[in-house]
């Protein structure tokens, strides 16, 4: 079972999505993930955007090697997906939101 179906009252979920600025990679990407969470986790979710151009020594603590690339800190284990999020399953998959096909 997904672990937003296990507690869905209470589960919470904590994205982080680290860009490279505002291209049109990370645009996509941001809208993406917010119409995703919309649909599938209402009410449950936090997106932190981190702009690496800012901010670059925050990279290292996630070990992000690509852009864009967005991090499931909770609920654990954490994930990472790397792109622009235009694949709704794989996204969906990545974030244990969905089980594997």
Same mark, same amino acid.
């Given at each position: 079972?997904?672990?937003?179906?296990?507690?869905? #009252?209470?589960?919470?979920?904590?994205?982080? &999505?680290?860009? %490279? #600025?505002?291209?049109?990679?990370?645009?996509? %990407?941001?809208?993406? !993930?917010?119409?995703?969470?919309?649909?599938? !986790?209402? #009410?449950?979710?936090?997106?932190?955007?981190?702009?690496?151009?800012?901010?670059?020594?925050?990279?290292?603590?996630?070990?992000?090697?690509?852009?864009?690339? &967005?991090?499931?800190?909770?609920?654990?284990?954490?994930?990472?997906?790397? #792109?622009?999020?235009?694949?709704?399953?794989?996204?969906?998959?990545?974030?244990?939101?969905?089980?594997?096909?």
């Amino acid at each position: 079972m997904a672990p937003a179906q296990q507690d869905a #009252g209470e589960e919470k979920w904590i994205l982080r &999505l680290y860009v %490279a #600025g505002q291209t049109p990679k990370s645009v996509a %990407a941001f809208a993406n !993930l917010k119409r995703i969470c919309e649909e599938h !986790l209402e #009410g449950m979710y936090q997106i932190e955007v981190v702009d690496l151009v800012v901010n670059p020594a925050l990279a290292r603590n996630d070990q992000i090697l690509a852009l864009p690339t &967005l991090v499931r800190r909770l609920p654990p284990p954490m994930k990472k997906i790397i #792109g622009d999020l235009s694949n709704t399953e794989r996204v969906l998959v990545g974030l244990d939101i969905r089980p594997l096909p």
